[in-house]
């Protein structure tokens, strides 16, 4: 066990597994720092730097770079995963899958179905995503919700180092396309993590606190956000839990169901657009599930429905913090019914 960054913690993983397994390959832009360039080759390892090792490790037949084209990579990995190995793709932002969803949405997500389930499809599609880095609308996105939406993939949004590294090996272990979503302002997070290779189950939700006053169900790095609120909370004396899913496809509906019924009070914080978003959805299936223990309204903590601002302080006040997240659970908590 050792303090690593979330993203030693991703290459951790990746070294690991295709150590132990050699149909795991790798493609993406800039793996390898860059076919053709003339600077030193694998420098950096990636854009984010998680790939770093891998090309002087298991070289060019299983560390590819590829073209700036993700429909023709990703669709390249979702035919060879047909064939028997087991490919990690990268997609520098997830913002750039609208030039691949076919390949991901009516190919990848599909074979298992479309061949009355006598093939396989294990393929990981790395990505990150997210706002704060001062990135613009067009690098900045949280699409979980549309991956979510979709039969056939498993969606994984990992929110520290050692769950990264635990659900990163268990993503590229699976016989389904896992959708695997990093917050790029969470890479230079540490945290302790296993030396040793470990799985995390997808659909199992990660208790960070267990209050009996009201709970909050955050993603990615708004769970971190959901813990400082938390913390806020219990000096007024307040006790929240706090719970992050982890996957989002499958979901652990019946932990969410389990603590909504416990505590009555349902705070969900999520950084996708407020519309038809995991919010939403969660709202959804506690207001039918669970109705009949709420003592208040679900409240939604999201960003406004509007693209990602450029502007650092728009940005910063676009995304949901502790502040607003606390101010959320007492209001909660202060609810008193229609008379």
């Given at each position: 066990?050792g303090?690593?960054?979330f ?7 990746l070294?690991?597994e ?8 790798v493609f ?8 053709g360039?003339?600077?030193e080759?694998d420098?950096w390892g990636?854009?984010?730097g998680v790939?770093k090792?891998l ?6 037949k299983?560390?590819l770079?590829?073209?700036i084209t993700?429909?023709?990579f990703?669709?390249?990995a979702?035919?060879a995963?047909?064939?028997g ?7 520098m932002?997830?913002?750039f899958i609208g030039v691949?969803l076919?390949q991901v949405m009516?190919q990848a997500?599909?074979f298992?179905?479309m061949?009355?389930g006598?093939t396989?499809?294990p ?5 990150t995503?997210?706002?704060g880095?001062r990135s613009?609308s ?8 549309l ?8 969606v ?5 180092p050692?769950d990264?590294?635990?659900l990163?090996i268990?993503a590229i272990?699976d ?5 695997f979503?990093e917050h790029?302002?969470?890479y230079?997070?540490a945290g302790e993590v296993s ?14 606190r267990?209050?009996?006053d009201?709970?909050?169900i955050a993603f990615?790095?708004?769970v971190g956000r ?5 913390r806020?909370l219990?000096?007024?004396?307040i006790?929240?839990?706090?719970i ?7 979901l652990?509906?019946?932990t969410?169901?389990?603590f909504?019924?416990e ?7 999520d950084?996708a657009s407020?519309?038809c ?11 039918e ?9 679900i409240?939604k ?6 693209p990602?601002?450029?502007a650092?302080?728009?940005e910063d ?5 502790a502040a607003?997240i606390a101010?959320?659970v007492?209001r909660s ?6 008379s």
């Amino acid at each position: 066990m050792g303090k690593k960054t979330f993203r030693a913690a991703l290459n951790e993983a990746l070294h690991q597994e295709m150590a132990a397994d050699p149909r795991v390959v790798v493609f993406g832009e800039d793996v390898t720092g860059g076919t053709g360039g003339d600077g030193e080759q694998d420098a950096w390892g990636g854009a984010f730097g998680v790939t770093k090792g891998l090309l002087g490790a298991y070289g060019r037949k299983r560390v590819l770079d590829t073209p700036i084209t993700e429909s023709a990579f990703v669709g390249a990995a979702a035919g060879a995963a047909l064939t028997g190995l087991r490919p990690v793709v990268e997609i520098m932002f997830v913002d750039f899958i609208g030039v691949c969803l076919d390949q991901v949405m009516n190919q990848a997500a599909k074979f298992r179905y479309m061949f009355g389930g006598k093939t396989r499809c294990p393929m990981v599609l790395r990505a990150t995503f997210g706002a704060g880095a001062r990135s613009a609308s067009q690098h900045s996105q949280a699409l979980y919700p549309l991956f979510t939406h979709i039969p056939g993939l498993k969606v994984v949004i990992p929110s520290n180092p050692s769950d990264a590294k635990g659900l990163l090996i268990q993503a590229i272990r699976d016989d389904d396309p896992v959708i695997f979503l990093e917050h790029k302002m969470l890479y230079d997070e540490a945290g302790e993590v296993s030396d040793q290779p470990f799985t995390v189950p997808f659909g199992e939700a990660r208790i960070l606190r267990d209050g009996k006053d009201a709970t909050i169900i955050a993603f990615g790095r708004m769970v971190g956000r959901a813990e400082e609120a938390a913390r806020m909370l219990s000096a007024e004396g307040i006790k929240v839990s706090v719970i992050d899913p982890r996957t989002t496809s499958p979901l652990d509906t019946e932990t969410i169901l389990e603590f909504a019924e416990e505590t009555g009070r349902v705070i969900v914080v999520d950084e996708a657009s407020p519309r038809c978003g995991m919010a939403a959805d969660i709202a959804s299936l506690v207001a039918e599930q669970a109705f009949g223990a709420l003592k208040a309204p679900i409240y939604k903590v999201t960003p406004p429905h509007t693209p990602v601002p450029y502007a650092p302080s728009l940005e910063d006040a676009y995304l949901p913090d502790a502040a607003r997240i606390a101010a959320t659970v007492r209001r909660s908590m202060a609810y008193k019914g229609k008379s």
